[in-house]
């Protein structure tokens, strides 16, 4: 009696959070007929923003992969004095509030900031903006794809004759590159939903620097469907990378690899 | 039993956040320009503090406000006319300013300095009250060339206030209230009398309001001697020109 109860309230409470999850994402797409959110989407205030969101994202993840890598490899390979302290400062950007992370980049950045630049309100700021709070994402997940590469397999690589950065490229890298992915995939969903250190640092012009999320900022006070309709593109999006990361990461990426690279530098 | 005293525990959490507060309070969506007068004029009273043309879209999707104390009329009267709040009145007026860093690097000294190449203008965006206004000066001094010039469009005064005072723009347009808040910060420029626009702020009693009675005495008051002898002390105009 009292177990069926106690299940009874258990689906009760699961039926409930789910509801709670699905619902809202749901309503998005229930309010306004598919029809006239697809209409929506030709505005130029969408289109404009969606071009700002591809371009800034489309740099920062880049930038993020060029910078973010070594670093992550390094923390990941050495150990160190500080290590800690340094993976600890790497994940602080994660948990700062958005609004915190503005600030932060206009005191640095600012005209009247440390270094005194020219960057605020220019593109620029928001792919700094999008990089700083998105990177640590990332870089986490790298240092731990890095850190499972077996030392064993980077050993032989190396005796077999193959140099540091051959070994890394060829090596350390194709195993790794699941947890990359996922790390990335993720890192870009974070980027693109940024926005309340894009606001404060970029400021928000249409064409120029107002992201997806900034125009549904926007839009929600002057017309709701066109706000609701980039809402529906932005979930998509959203679903569209979740999915991707799903299926890096049911991959096995180590057998796939190792034969070819032994194959390879014997 | 533990996990059913945890369900109860959890929904009353959730019903008593939603719940409202005291109907003796009322609840103000007032403009961001607002910000310092009204609390002096209804100390006791829940404010929220934003762009109207936001506030006015909360209202419209059922926010729980009870007054609406807006940067122009035309917000009100849509919200009257769609049967959202009472019949708007005007309850004080304003006068738009340019503003300069007190540093002032892009060497501003009137409206018409915002032509130059390069000057990072400010201003608040589409739908919102002091950006439309700011719109209209430009047009009647003709220089709605000075667009080009607009680095941001900010979603509330202060926030073109705030991006002013913090020397990132060279130049944006608020309320002479609001640059009263930052003087030690800010220089203000007028504008030449021909582009003044109108400045009329409008409040009503949202139709859904829980707490009327506390809502009506609010407006009351600051329609009041009260009322009118705060926003002046602010430096906000009489209700009449």
Not at chain 2, 39 to 55: C, K, M, Q, V
């Amino acid at each position: 009696m009292r177990r069926t109860l106690l299940a009874a309230l258990a689906l009760a409470a699961a039926a409930v959070a789910l509801a709670f999850l699905v619902l809202p994402v749901a309503a998005i797409f229930l309010r306004v007929p598919p029809g006239k959110l697809l209409h929506q989407l030709s505005s130029p205030v969408v289109t404009d923003a969606l071009i700002v969101s591809a371009k800034t994202s489309a740099i920062a993840q880049a930038l993020i992969i060029v910078f973010g890598t070594p670093l992550a490899y390094l923390v990941a390979s050495r150990r160190f004095r500080g290590r800690a302290l340094v993976v600890t400062l790497i994940e602080l950007p994660l948990v700062l509030p958005p609004a915190v992370a503005g600030i932060g980049l206009l005191a640095l950045f600012g005209r009247a900031g440390l270094l005194g630049t020219s960057i605020p309100f220019t593109q620029t700021a928001v792919v700094l903006a999008v990089a700083f709070v998105a990177s640590p994402l990332y870089i986490r997940q790298a240092i731990a794809a890095f850190e499972a590469v077996d030392p064993d397999v980077v050993a032989a690589a190396r005796t077999l004759g193959a140099g540091p950065g051959r070994t890394f490229f060829r090596v350390v890298l194709p195993l790794a590159r699941g947890g990359l992915a996922a790390g990335e995939a993720l890192a870009f969903a974070r980027g693109l939903g940024e926005f309340g250190a894009t606001i404060m640092f970029a400021g928000s012009l249409q064409g120029l620097t107002q992201t997806l999320p900034l125009a549904i900022y926007e839009e929600f006070a002057l017309d709701f469907d066109t706000a609701l309709a980039m809402g529906a593109l932005l979930v998509v999006v959203s679903a569209a990378l979740l999915v991707i990361l799903k299926l890096v990461l049911t991959w096995q990426p180590s057998r796939q690899t190792s034969g070819f690279l032994f194959v390879r530098s014997s | 039993m533990r996990l059913a005293l945890a369900a109860v525990l959890a929904v009353g959490i959730v019903t008593g956040a939603s719940a409202q507060p005291g109907a003796t309070r009322a609840t103000v969506y007032a403009a961001s320009s607002l910000t310092d007068a009204l609390p002096t004029i209804a100390p006791r009273a829940y404010f929220s503090f934003a762009g109207s043309n936001t506030l006015a879209a909360q209202i419209r999707q059922g926010a729980p406000a009870d007054v609406f104390a807006a940067a122009n009329m035309k917000l009100p009267r849509d919200l009257y006319g769609d049967g959202f709040c009472s019949k708007p009145v005007v309850f004080t007026r304003n006068a738009l300013v340019l503003i300069v860093p007190r540093a002032n690097p892009a060497h501003i000294r009137t409206v018409f300095d915002l032509r130059r190449k390069g000057v990072k203008l400010v201003i608040a965006g589409k739908g919102v009250p002091v950006g439309d206004y700011t719109l209209q000066v430009l047009r009647k001094l003709k220089l709605t060339g000075v667009l080009e010039n607009v680095v941001s469009r900010e979603t509330d005064v202060r926030e073109v206030l705030a991006k002013v005072a913090l020397d990132e723009a060279d130049a944006g347009f608020v309320y002479a209230t609001d640059a009263k808040t930052a003087s030690s910060k800010v220089r203000v420029i007028s504008i030449p009398q021909r582009g003044r626009p109108n400045v009329e702020y409008g409040i009503c009693v949202v139709r859904a309001s829980h707490s009327k009675p506390a809502a009506q005495a609010l407006v009351k008051r600051v329609l009041g001697p009260i009322g009118q002898k705060v926003l002046r002390r602010y430096g906000f105009l009489p209700r009449k020109p």
